[in-house]
């Protein structure tokens, strides 16, 4: 496994992973409980660097590469309310996560450290996501959403589109705008008077929600906003440059 040396790509690493561990235990939680049958050998659920998760046998290596999620989680399935099992499972995939945040943290310094740790608890646990615990204002309820294209976004174009909307001033202001327009049901809601804030779509990759003073970026491929710190990307470099590839379409290409 190639070594990480920047908080930039360890943070990175841990969100697609998380993001893999919610998509299994939140939107495809059926077909995670149907994986994970009493009847298998020791099973474990594993989010990837892309985003995607697995259940299959531990790594044989001893010891492993990397940090190994918690053992047999298919054993106590149907001795147990799904919840409850939904969430001793998220509360092992956090461990999990932090074991591979500070592995793949290993080469950084104490300040490199400190600016992860900060990182990783702007989000909400997987905990948090599952059992909807989460303080008001976090990304829990975007968790259903993080690979959810955003309203009236289209398919990812070929080409970058040259009409690049990243730094449209913002409305009587001479400054650039610093986050994604509001969603297409918030701008319909906009005009009643009990309307007092914007919601917005949340990252694609971290599920983060856009507050005001947070720098987004938009791709110029799939069209769609990312929160500046979790694709390590700040209004300085985004200005310099003409487009900008967002991960998922980095990898794709």
């Not at 599952?130 to 959810?148: D, E, F, L, R």
């Not at 319909?188 to 987004?216: L, Q, T």
Request: proline share 9%.
């Amino acid at each position: 496994m190639a070594s990480m040396r920047t908080v930039e790509e360890t943070f990175f690493d841990f969100s697609q992973r998380r993001k893999g561990i919610l998509r299994a235990l939140v939107q495809e939680v059926d077909k995670f409980y149907a994986a994970c049958h009493p009847e298998l050998d020791n099973l474990c659920l594993y989010g990837n660097p892309d985003g995607s998760w697995e259940v299959r046998l531990p790594c044989d290596e001893v010891p492993p590469e990397l940090p190994e999620p918690a053992l047999g989680i298919n054993f106590a399935r149907d001795g147990m309310d799904r919840r409850d099992w939904l969430s001793l499972i998220a509360v092992h995939s956090d461990s999990w996560l932090i074991s591979m945040a500070y592995f793949n943290a290993a080469r950084l310094d104490a300040e490199g450290r400190r600016l992860l740790f900060n990182e990783i608890n702007s989000l909400p646990t997987c905990l948090e996501v599952v059992t909807g615990s989460a303080a008001p204002g976090s990304t829990t309820q975007a968790a259903a959403h993080i690979s959810k294209r955003p309203a009236g976004v289209p398919q990812a174009d070929p080409a970058p589109d040259t009409k690049r909307p990243a730094f449209h001033p913002a409305a009587n202001q001479g400054r650039p705008r610093q986050g994604p327009p509001p969603s297409s049901a918030a701008e319909e809601s906009s005009g009643s008077e009990d309307a007092e804030e914007a919601e917005y779509e949340p990252c694609p990759n971290c599920g983060r929600e856009f507050k005001d003073g947070d720098f987004w970026i938009f791709c110029d491929y799939c069209r769609r906003w990312f929160d500046g710190r979790c694709v390590g990307m700040t209004a300085q470099r985004a200005e310099a440059s003409k487009t900008w590839k967002c991960p998922f379409c980095t990898k794709e290409a």
